[in-house]
């Protein structure tokens, strides 16, 4: 993925803009057509449509579903292989119905990506998925999704229900609509978190859906910033016309304390150090802050990305800090000792 904008002198800019001008001049058509349109694939092969419904269900992004097992680790029950095999159906599950979500925002955004310079390539908006076929996709995904979840505890089921029935309507209408579209996002990661606990019948704290919920907001606001960005971004989301640079620094500066604030108060609560018997945990809140800044610093300097979450979990100091926190957390929840 691309570092930043690259920089080009007056003379080259000029060349590129006649030469891409005069593209576009000879191969539109005279009802308007535009290179990007005339490249759709008309009759995908098997494997072309295989590889396109692969991409449609975005399995890079089910990383989130990772929140599900927040619970399971923080109630220190990762040494309990029922409630491990839980953890997984119920990761599985919302996998499944991320796939069918990502799946359907692409087939209801395919006019507006066809014309955005990169999601035109998005398989559905390209041709490599036709939409008939991006239903059935969408159908099958759905099905093995619910019928996982009516294995599970009634209120896990309730919660899958919930979080498809939220991003339905973030995808039909409320993204649509300034903050309330990052708060649809949030109580997103909130859902995988109240799943992860109603699936494995495991108490989720007051803490840790405090930090989910600030977290998720930071994260939000970071992509809307990054998205305010470009040059034709009010035409390619409606909501960023209503967002101003000015007030998206405020909602990432005090969501992004928050989220760090929050965390480090749950290191430090006498409760959390009685169930974990130490007085260490909050040593971790340094990997918190700086996976922070970190997205920060990805989000202004990395302005061509297609999303800086994305770049997020492409970027080898943030994974690093990432998976050395965990493994922090996990020696010291669990009391692990080097031999």
């Known amino acids: 993925m691309p570092d930043g904008a690259s920089i080009h002198n007056e003379e080259s800019m000029t060349d590129e803009t006649q030469r891409s001008d005069a593209s576009v001049a000879l191969s539109a058509e005279p009802g308007g057509a535009t290179p990007s349109s005339q490249r759709l694939i008309t009759n995908p092969t098997w494997w072309v449509m295989v590889r396109g419904m692969g991409r449609s269900v975005r399995p890079h992004q089910w990383v989130k579903n990772l929140f599900v097992l927040a619970p399971v680790v923080f109630a220190k029950h990762l040494t ?32 507006a990506d066809r014309v955005h310079p990169v999601k035109r390539h998005r398989p559905i908006a390209s041709g490599a998925v036709p939409e008939p076929l991006a239903k059935v996709l969408i159908a099958v995904l759905l099905a ?60 989720v704290s007051f803490y840790m ?82 996976g922070v800044l970190r997205f920060l610093h990805i989000v202004k300097s990395r302005p061509n990305a297609e999303s800086p979450t994305q770049e997020m979990l492409r970027d080898t100091p943030f994974v690093l800090n990432v998976v050395v926190w965990i493994v922090e957390v996990i020696m010291i929840v669990y009391r692990l000792r080097p031999t």
């Open 144 to 203: 093995a999704a619910f019928g996982g979840a009516l294995l599970g505890p009634r209120m896990f089921l309730v919660v899958a229900l919930a979080y498809f029935v939220l991003n339905t309507a973030y995808s039909l209408k409320l993204k649509k609509f300034a903050y309330i579209d990052v708060g649809c996002i949030a109580s997103g990661f909130v859902f995988r978190v109240l799943a992860g606990g109603f699936g494995t019948r495991t108490e």
């Open 209 to 290: 859906i405090a930090c989910t919920a600030f977290l998720a907001l930071f994260l939000g606001f970071g992509k809307r910033r990054h998205e305010l960005s470009g040059a034709q971004a009010v035409k390619q989301r409606a909501a960023l016309a209503a967002y101003t640079p000015r007030a998206l620094f405020w909602a990432l500066a005090i969501t992004g304390v928050a989220s760090v604030a929050a965390y480090l108060a749950y290191t430090l609560d006498p409760n959390t150090r009685k169930l974990f018997r130490s007085e260490w945990l909050w040593v971790t809140a340094v990997h918190p802050l700086f």
């Open 80 to 111: 309990h292989p029922s409630v491990i095999i839980s953890a997984i159906g119920a990761f599985g599950v919302f996998c499944l119905l991320a796939g069918a979500i990502y799946t359907l925002n692409d087939l209801l955004d395919v006019e």
